[in-house]
């Protein structure tokens, strides 16, 4: 499985951005997906997660209310549309995908998702 992460680039607070991660997979159906973030010093953090089917997603508490997660399984792409963007949402973001889990989209672990994109450089300026 391969991910590509894009669409990243500098926004005023406030503004809006939407990334991409497509996937080359032989089922792309098959994988649960989630965005990631990690700071300049801080540990790299959850941002959202996203079903196999898309019916089900889960938020970290900062960005619930202002980012969505989305995935084309036509395309085998996912999509994290960002809005009302804060300072603190800069970041490098990444894409991962999982293997299905006994465990819910929201209650997944940084180690349940076994592979990753390179990162898209995201950057808010106030």
């Known amino acids: 499985v391969q991910l590509q992460a894009s669409g990243g680039g500098s926004v005023q607070a406030g503004g809006s951005l939407r990334l991409s991660c497509a996937v080359s997979?032989?089922?792309?159906?098959?994988?649960?997906l989630g965005w990631f973030r990690q700071a300049p010093g801080k540990e790299r953090e959850f941002v959202a997660g996203?079903?196999?089917?898309?019916?089900?997603?889960a938020y970290a508490d900062s960005v619930k209310g202002r980012f969505t997660i989305s995935r084309d399984n036509a395309k085998s792409t996912a999509y994290l549309q960002m809005s009302l963007l804060k300072p603190e949402d800069t970041a490098v973001y990444y894409c991962?995908?999982?293997?299905?889990?006994?465990?819910?989209?929201?209650?997944?672990?940084?180690?349940?998702?076994?592979?990753w994109g390179q990162g898209t450089q995201v950057t808010v300026s106030s």
């Open positions: 991962a995908a999982a293997p299905l889990t006994l465990r819910s989209i929201a209650t997944m672990t940084i180690t349940d998702y076994k592979f």
């Open positions: 997979a032989r089922t792309f159906s098959g994988w649960r």
């Open positions: 996203i079903s196999r089917g898309g019916g089900t997603t």
